[in-house]
């Protein structure tokens, strides 16, 4: 079984949220406290599966384990607030890599306002972070995946694409420090940010649904469908692929590397996705534009169910070449 | 570093907990959150360290996360609400092991009426299941390992030693099952109980400390007497050992069993070590006896801090023999 078909066998054993909560189907749970909501979320963090130690160091592990869970609390449209931490440490790991990993901990945690507030430690074969996380709404409302409607605007913060091409960088051994591009596209796999402050802006315009773009636009696009029954209707030209990618592409000519296959299927870019009114498209932009963060329009969400596209392909077929922790080698 | 100066060492990189807020230190943290308290904690269970599959079941390790997870609320004076779960798995694992695994989740979590919210699968080399849990107070207030006074009974819901042994008899191959005896102590290794309801009855009573037995006795009283900086007279004689470690101990006449050294050492009681004013224990006694759970009375807190004792047995040597995953093998 591949990892969402798991995903969907355990939720299944589960069972159904009580009425009022949200569990699993979304970026977070949403849970009612005390009047209030919490946002809920956890990541784990496997050595040689989520991250290489041979290209990332002990604080590009810690800084990208809270920014990942930062990032699923701020698709929901909400503040992260406070994070426990799950470490399982082969016992030869040296105590210099560990303070590493707390460093970048708490390098992204400052940087996103989240208290680390617990954790545990065990021994494992490999180095594993397991984190969880709490936030709360930034308004009212939170933003489910669910909720848009025919005629929305379908739109993406950023560029897509550079996190799997700096993967496919470093992985490959490429010095990257010689060239910005590079080095950049390797920052987008070391150090995700997770685009808290731009969500909070986008939410005080009411958008529909919102997810994250983690496993890849075509999947998460294609989630973003199926939580509310719609079809979409995306032109691959508009498509912010990462501008740096031509540079890895020219290096790697010996291979087939497509920065819109990368766009599409490349994963961990950590943008956010969403539905909004196609008044406020316009709004979007100049309300991010402030914080150095693009907003592009992809295209538009469709009554039609059967029809989920980004150009000739279908996002059906696309989602299944994307990323799978469990089939991916 | 063993297990608890690392704990220690990451703590003081983080640095400390906000005014109001309270992160390491205790069973659980305790965050304010819309006038009211969330308390939340993480526990991992890593194959071949926490649990070993020769003898425990998938439903074993599921069921054991979430009652790891619940005692800590629990110690906190807390119910449990809803947790998350990371799981690691290797690509080998069986589905049916996988289904295992929930369903001792989902036994569990209906035991103590926790919502299980979310997830995250990941591929590791060991099976590992990194279980994070928010709750809420029982009443007003949040009851902390610090906080007694000299004078106050020390006190302990249960019996002790029994996970112990029940893991020594498993890890030896022993077979159990002939047994009513070594298979109790077997199911208090395997599938331990979090003492939820029992915490909610001793906080009619305004325990001023608790905290739960994971550690083993001499460990967890240490923690309590340095949280609120008091010494205590402990008489060996009343530690409540598990009556079936006879049995055990008669097996293996070969071997040093000794009952009171796995009631103060073996850990994994989760039973509720508390510190009450002395008027109240025999309506704790009471209050308990009606869910079937004994109450003892297990000594003193006293004011000399430099007398932590348990009969001529000082805590701090004890505790350097108690539990450390990081340096047991």
Redesign the interface.
Known sequence: ?G?SA??E??AA???P??RG?T??GDD??V?P????T?L???????EG??FDRAYCSGTDVGFKSVAINASDIAAMGGAP??A??????P?ETS?SF??AM??G??EASKRWSI????????????V?M?M?M?G?PFGDAVVHRSGAKAGDALCVTGHLGGAGGGLKALSRGIDVTGSAALAGLAARHLRPSARVVEAKRLCELHPTAMIDVSDGLAVDLWHLMDASGTGCDVDPAAVPVDPRLAELADLLSDDTIDPLDLALLGGEDFELLFRIDPDKVGRAQTALAELGCAVTRLGSVTENVSERRIGDHDLEELKEAGWD??RTG
């Open positions: 079984l990892e798991l995903i066998r355990i054993r589960i069972g949220a009580p909560e569990w699993s977070a749970a849970l406290f005390s009047g209030r919490i809920y979320t956890t990541d784990v963090m496997v599966v989520d607030r406070h426990v931490a799950a470490l399982s440490l016992p105590v560990v303070d707390v460093d901990v708490v208290g680390v507030a617990g954790g545990d430690i065990s021994r494992a074969h490999e594993s397991a969880a709490i709360a922790h469990l």
